[in-house]
């Protein structure tokens, strides 16, 4: 562990001459790549010299006790040690955590997909109600959520919806959200009053950069159809909404929520990156083994992954076995403690599977 938190502390001291180049600081593109690793990097360093002033102050305390005669020195000594030891530990196992390999995606935007699964105009009300709760939690974050396209289900809510979302470290916390969400209520159309079970699936994709996938234009075929819904006249009575159709993979995404067509294309062309990004990412998780595969933050969309339980007004997350009885608040965007468990429960897994050492 210290040799990689040595190489760690060369790379930040590099970083930090780089960054000071006048051809660093003329690229925005490579400053602000620099900027996030410095940034990334310094807290690791940061931990680090605390981490060494404890094992100075343990072998110091060590010296005192192997040398020393004066029974006053040694008994401070012991304290010190005393006092040094758990600190030691509890850092090291800090140091563990933040050297767990990062996926280079965690600070990406996302391209956030609902789709109304089993459950009819039930299921099609729980995606609109997720869309709300995803909004709820976004606006906690700072972040920016906007629907790019939608299918409004018959009785409300939505049959199916996409939305971009921005921010810091978005793609980080979301990816845990990827999967079969279920809900157990009452339907406002029931008139009987049976609880019924219905579903809805979340998918998380990190939105990717031009230069990390590369589309041939040639395979992508271009729609212009005038925009449904809200936005105003302008959205209502131009063609500026846009569909691409990806012809090898027979991939369609559309936005339609734009004014400028431009903007739309530039949407649409990055949903459907992403989109080829994840059938990529798919396979080559096929091809690691489901051995090695972890259930928590997959991003499977047919893993059952909660389930909200309105009679009892429990919400249940499948993949660590945590519960909790407070519905109303979970719907109203507080979904930070399920993030940090399956966090913490992930990174627990890349650590036995050996991942640090």
Not at 8 to 13: L, M, N, P, Q, S
Not at 195 to 219: F, K, R, Y
Not at 234 to 261: E, F, M, W
Not at 285 to 312: C, H, L, W
């Amino acid at each position: 562990m210290i040799d990689k938190l040595e190489a760690i502390k060369d790379r930040f001291e590099e970083v930090g001459k780089l960054i000071v180049q006048p051809d660093a600081m003329a690229d925005m593109k490579e400053f602000s790549k620099l900027s996030k690793e410095y940034k990334d990097l310094e807290k690791i360093v940061a931990k680090y010299e605390s981490y060494k002033k404890i094992l100075d102050g343990i072998t110091s305390a060590k010296s005192i006790l192997e040398t020393e005669k004066d029974e006053e020195f040694r008994e401070m000594a012991k304290v010190e040690l005393e006092d040094l030891q758990p600190r030691k530990d509890e850092m090291e196992a800090e140091l563990k955590q933040m050297l767990i390999p990062k996926d280079p995606n965690d600070s990406k935007d996302v391209i956030l997909e609902i789709r109304a699964g089993a459950g009819g105009d039930e299921a099609s009300i729980f995606a609109g109600d997720l869309l709300r709760m995803y909004q709820k939690f976004c606006e906690k974050q700072s972040w920016k959520l906007s629907v790019s396209d939608f299918v409004e289900g018959t009785a409300g809510g939505y049959s199916r919806l996409v939305a971009n979302i921005t921010g810091n470290d978005v793609y980080g916390m979301m990816k845990y959200e990827s999967g079969v969400h279920r809900v157990q209520r009452v339907p406002a159309t029931e008139t009987q009053g049976r609880v019924h079970t219905s579903a809805a699936s979340v998918a998380v994709l990190p939105e990717m950069d031009d230069v990390e996938v590369e589309i041939d234009l040639n395979d992508v075929r271009r729609d212009e159809f005038c925009s449904s819904g809200p936005g105003g006249q302008s959205v209502n009575t131009t063609y500026s909404a846009i569909r691409l159709t990806h012809i090898p993979s027979g991939i369609v995404v559309q936005c339609q929520d734009q004014k400028s067509k431009l903007k739309n294309y530039d949407k649409a062309l990055k949903e459907l990156k992403s989109r080829l990004y994840a059938i990529e990412l798919q396979k080559q998780q096929e091809e690691v083994g489901a051995e090695r595969k972890s259930m928590i933050g997959s991003g499977d969309r047919s893993d059952k992954i909660r389930t909200y339980n309105y009679p009892q007004g429990r919400v249940t997350d499948h993949r660590i076995g945590y519960s909790q009885h407070n519905l109303p608040q979970v719907m109203d965007g507080n979904i930070q403690e399920f993030i940090e468990r399956l966090r913490i429960a992930e990174n627990a897994e890349k650590l036995k599977a050996g991942q640090v050492d």
